[in-house]
Structure formats: C-alpha cells, structure tokens
C-alpha cells in the first residue's frame, strides 16, 4: 500500500517534523536549495529547563538551537543540540 492510499484510507496526514541535525544553518540552506522553502524563522536558542522538561525524572539543562517553517500544512523544525 502507498503512503498516499495509507494516508487518505486512515486520514492522518504529518502535521509536525523534526530533526535532531549537526548543524541548523546548513540544514535551513539544504531546504531553501532542495524543496524552495525559505521561510525558516531565525535561529533561537531553546533552553528546557525554562519548559520545567526532566530527562530521567531530573530537570534538564539542554540547550538547542532552533528554527521553524511551515511547508505545505506541514511543521517543519531542525534541531541542533549544544
């Protein structure tokens, strides 16, 4: 069966995508390049423990940076741990 048969047959479509990657700026260049989209919010940094997030029932102090775009009713985010 298709993914697109799998979709319409179950109505799900993906509303929301992320990739942990090495590098967000040469990520945001890739989708500009490759598939013309070229509205990716600036670069933030993302601080979890400002969301109160644990990470084996403990408060987490990762930090990422981030950025975001919508393509197609899809949410599209790169993620770079640092």
Excluded: C, H
């Amino acid at each position: 069966m298709g993914t697109t048969m799998l979709n319409s047959s179950l109505g799900l479509n993906f509303t929301q995508i992320a990739w942990v990657v090495k590098d967000v700026e040469g990520t945001k260049r890739f989708f500009e390049n490759t598939m013309g989209i070229y509205n990716f919010s600036k670069v933030d940094t993302i601080r979890v423990k400002e969301f109160e997030a644990t990470y084996y029932g403990k408060l987490s102090y990762a930090e990422s940076l981030v950025s975001m775009a919508y393509s197609g009713g899809a949410f599209i985010e790169p993620i770079q741990p640092i």
